[in-house]
C-alpha cells in the first residue's frame, strides 16, 4: 500500500467517523484488529444497534463507486472480526448491522458520502 492510498483511506475514515458522529452514532471502536483481521469502525446507532462499519474511499470513479468494492472474502473477514468482538465483550442479546460507507472525492475535492445500511448478512 503507498502512502497516498494509505492517506486516502485514513480520510476517509476520519470523514466516516464525523459523519456517524453527526447522525447520531457513538463510536465504541476503531481500527479494531482481532486475530489479524480488522474492521474499521465499530459504533452504535442511534436506535441502540451494534454497527460493524467498513469504509472504502476513492479519489475518482475510474474503478466503480468505492461502497460496491466490498469483496465477499473481505465481508466474511468482518463477520468473523465482528464475532469475536461480540465474544470478547461478552456481548449478547444485541441487534448487529454490517454497513458500508463510500466516499468518493470530486473534483473540487469534496467528499461525498453514501451509507448503505445492512450492506450484507452474516447469513
Known sequence: ?????????????????QYLLDNGYEILERKYVS???????????????????????RSNDNFGEPEYALTK????????????YLYE???????VRFDVIGIEFGEDGEPEINHLEHAFMKW
Not at 43 to 50: F, G, I, T
Request: no cysteine; aromatic share 4%; net charge negative.
Open 1 to 17: 500500500m503507498t502512502f497516498i492510498t494509505k492517506k486516502l483511506g485514513d480520510d476517509g475514515e476520519e470523514i466516516a467517523v
Open 35 to 57: 486475530h489479524k483481521k480488522e474492521v474499521d469502525i465499530i459504533a452504535k446507532s442511534p436506535d441502540d444497534v451494534l454497527v460493524f462499519v467498513e469504509v472504502k474511499t
Open 73 to 84: 472474502s473481505k465481508q466474511k473477514s468482518i463477520i468473523r472480526v465482528a464475532e469475536e
Open 89 to 95: 465483550k461478552d456481548i449478547v442479546d444485541t441487534s
